[in-house]
T-cell receptor, first 110, second 115 residues
Framework: EDQVTQSPEALRLQEGESSSLNCSYT??????LFWYRQDPGKGPEFLFT???AGEEKEKERLKATLTKKESFLHITAPKPEDSATYLC???????????FGAGTRLFVKA | EAGVAQSPRYKIIEKRQSVAFWCNPI?????LYWYQQILGQGPKLLIQ????????DSQLPKDRFSAERLKGVDSTLKIQPAKLEDSAVYLC?????????????FGEGSRLTVL
């Protein structure tokens, strides 16, 4: 069964303190790995899609990378407005369902 | 472009009562999803529609939950009777890709509290 595990559950950073969030996945065959951002009281908002190992995507202070077993979301010099829950999701070749991890809650203090 | 619309945003009911949620996807999106998100957890897929046909409902508690997608556009999710453990945010999402291999566009969700 397809599975997604995210770590850490929560991460507290000072403004400007770079770090990484981890997403480990188990799928029969990867069709796509997605990163979403979710603010309190809102629905998830799409950030990136990665399709194959070695692929990287960047957007402002965020950079997502992918290996055969995991993905990292690197946050460079974060700002307080980056505080949110970051969700990782996968679709495997065995089905059509997008499976989400539990997310990492990021807090960035000024 | 208008986003995914959901209503109501908030609903409080007593256990054993019924509730219905409505979703209007982005125009032209063939695939529609209902997810349940319990506090502190990631979204869990309840049901996925392709146009007005069901693609996956394996995790939908069919003894109490039902969903339909009228004419391949709007959708309603109903819970009857509600249990305490149904307290959650119900997220509707839509996608333009037929097999759901693309990004999902989410509504703001409907928060249900069962007392």
């Amino acid at each position: 069964e397809d599975q997604v595990t995210q770590s850490p559950e929560a991460l507290r950073l000072q403004e400007g303190e770079s770090s990484s969030l981890n997403c480990s996945y188990t799928v029969s065959g990867l069709r796509g790995l997605f990163w979403y951002r979710q603010d309190p009281g809102k629905g998830p908002e799409f950030l990136f899609t990665l399709y194959s190992a070695g692929e990287e995507k960047e957007k402002e202070r965020l950079k997502a990378t992918l290996t055969k077993k995991e993905s990292f979301l690197h946050i460079t010099a974060p700002k307080p407005e980056d505080s949110a829950t970051y969700l990782c999701a996968v679709i495997g070749t065995g089905g059509f369902k997008t499976i989400f991890g539990a997310g990492t809650r990021l807090f960035v203090k000024a | 472009e208008a986003g995914v619309a959901q209503s109501p945003r908030y609903k409080i009911i007593e256990k054993r009562q019924s509730v219905a949620f409505w979703c209007n996807p982005i125009s032209g999106h063939a695939t529609l999803y209902w997810y349940q998100q319990i506090l502190g957890q990631g979204p869990k897929l309840l049901i996925q529609f392709q146009n007005n046909g069901v693609v996956d409902d394996s995790q939908l508690p069919k003894d109490r939950f039902s969903a339909e997608r009228l004419k391949g556009v709007d959708s309603t999710l109903k819970i009857q009777p509600a249990k305490l453990e149904d307290s959650a945010v119900y997220l509707c999402a839509s996608s333009s890709t037929g097999t759901g291999a693309g990004e999902l566009f989410f509504g703001e969700g409907s928060r249900l509290t069962v007392l």
